[in-house]
């Protein structure tokens, strides 16, 4: 299934399931139904079926007449992974950046107020002009998770979509933790639905893109991945539980803007567009922080 938060008419956000072009309307065949995806994982694989019935009689609405929303518009919480391409690391090494192939995993907070849809606006900070783009692939959590071992870590998986893990990078070398230029308000676009592990295709085999303007910024393979995502899930669920709704966005290939040379950071105006495996697309323009 494809699960999207989406409105109408200006209408509070609700579920919907995607079938091409096509957006079901699952409320109304069964408004019983939760209205919001982390409601609906904590509700279980009988609200998941109950959802997929509604799918197959639901109104189809056209999917360019919607406005889509971030599919998990409240996680607990939203955590991003450093490091984790093996071509990055080469990147950076090649750059003259002191660094060697973490040994351990180096996990970072995205504050939630960060999230925002696959197709809203990404704020210039006042404070910065270091804005920078990272495309990459996100898993959402669907059930408690502690002490999970990597072999079965995927049943805990809801799905999988596209995250920009936007950075401002002066903010982001302020301290060790990179929290704080990782966590601007509007930094966090995810979208645009929620594919479920089903229809998703291998997670370790996902081709990532990024353009900015149509210009192709990053070109990488999950494939290059350092750490399986059933070893990121044991780690993480080792210090403590991963909760329904959970975001881990799993890092980024090579191209970022801040190594090129010289560096080439977003400007109010330009158009960040990132496309993971089959998942689809999202698209985010800068603007003015208000």
């Given at each position: ?7 109408t ?11 091409g ?12 139904l ?45 955590l ?6 093996k071509?990055?690391v080469?990147e950076?090494?090649a ?31 006042r404070?910065?002009s ?30 999988f ?51 900015v303007?149509g ?8 494939q ?10 044991e ?12 975001i ?8 970022v ?15 960040v ?18």
């Amino acid at each position: 299934m494809k699960i999207a938060s989406f409105s109408t008419g200006g209408g509070a956000p609700r579920l919907g399931l995607v079938f091409g072009d096509q957006m079901a309307d699952v409320g109304v065949s069964d408004p019983t139904l939760p209205t919001d995806l982390r409601a609906l994982l904590l509700a279980g694989d009988e609200a998941m079926a109950a959802l997929s019935r509604a799918g197959e009689t639901a109104p189809r609405l056209p999917l360019a007449a919607v406005a889509l929303h971030a599919p998990v518009a409240d996680p607990r919480k939203f955590l991003g992974l450093g490091l984790s391409f093996k071509s990055h690391v080469a990147e950076l090494k090649a750059k003259g950046v002191p660094i060697e192939m973490p040994k351990t995993q180096l996990w970072f907070n995205k504050q939630v107020t960060c999230v925002t849809g696959p197709n809203d606006p990404i704020h210039m900070p006042r404070v910065s002009s270091q804005l920078d783009y990272e495309g990459e692939l996100a898993v959402v959590i669907g059930k408690r998770a502690r002490h999970v071992k990597a072999d079965d870590a995927m049943s805990f998986v809801a799905g999988f979509m596209i995250c920009n893990d936007v950075s401002v990078r002066d903010w982001q070398m302020r301290a060790p933790t990179a929290t704080l230029g990782k966590s601007f308000d509007t930094h966090g676009p995810t979208g645009p639905w929620l594919t479920t592990p089903d229809e998703a295709g291998d997670p370790h085999d996902m081709r990532i893109r990024t353009w900015v303007d149509g210009d192709l910024r990053q070109d990488g393979s999950t494939q290059d991945f350092i750490y399986s995502i059933g070893q990121m899930i044991e780690e993480l669920s080792t210090v403590f539980t991963l909760e329904p709704g959970d975001i881990l966005s799993t890092g980024c290939p090579p191209g970022v803007g801040a190594l090129m040379d010289p560096p080439r950071f977003l400007t109010v105006g330009q158009t960040v567009e990132i496309e993971v495996g089959g998942l689809g697309r999202i698209s985010n323009t800068v603007t003015a922080e208000p």
